[in-house]
């Protein structure tokens, strides 16, 4: 059984920095896309940023370029997602999502929530004063 467990969220300050941690557990990390992905409250579901297990190839939405890096520690079956710069604008529910569909050097076809079926719980980030 695959399961996906973040942490790391919480309150910051606009400007402030948060790192989320995605432990993946119940396969091997290989040949996986695994996404970060957010919801803030009346919005729809968005993808921030996605890594490929086997060779860490890496996108961002446009939004988070710049802000945002995501990473692996496989020796962890850890993903990261450490956020700089933060704005109010990023306040959401961040989940890890991961899938073993065919990477895409467009980060559009990676967006898509339905591809993903592996869901961690997910955490709250909020960026207010």
């Known amino acids: 059984q695959v399961q996906l467990v973040e942490s790391g969220g919480g309150v910051v300050q606009p400007g402030g920095s948060l790192r989320l941690s995605c432990v993946v557990s119940?396969?091997?990390?290989?040949?996986?896309?695994i996404a970060w992905f957010r919801q803030a409250p009346g919005k729809e579901r968005e993808a921030v940023s996605c890594?490929?297990?086997?060779?860490?190839?890496?996108t961002y939405a446009t939004s988070v370029m710049g802000r945002f890096t995501i990473s692996k520690d496989d020796a962890r079956n850890t993903v990261y997602l450490e956020m700089n710069s933060l704005k109010s604008e990023d306040t959401a529910v961040y989940y890890c999502?991961?899938?073993?569909?065919?990477?895409?050097?467009?980060?559009?076809?990676?967006?898509?929530?339905?591809?993903?079926?592996?869901w961690g719980q997910g955490i709250l980030v909020t960026v207010s004063l």
């Open positions: 890594i490929h297990s086997k060779d860490s190839s890496t």
């Open positions: 999502a991961a899938d073993p569909f065919p990477w895409d050097s467009d980060f559009d076809g990676l967006t898509n929530p339905s591809e993903y079926h592996y």
């Open positions: 119940g396969y091997t990390m290989d040949y996986y896309n």
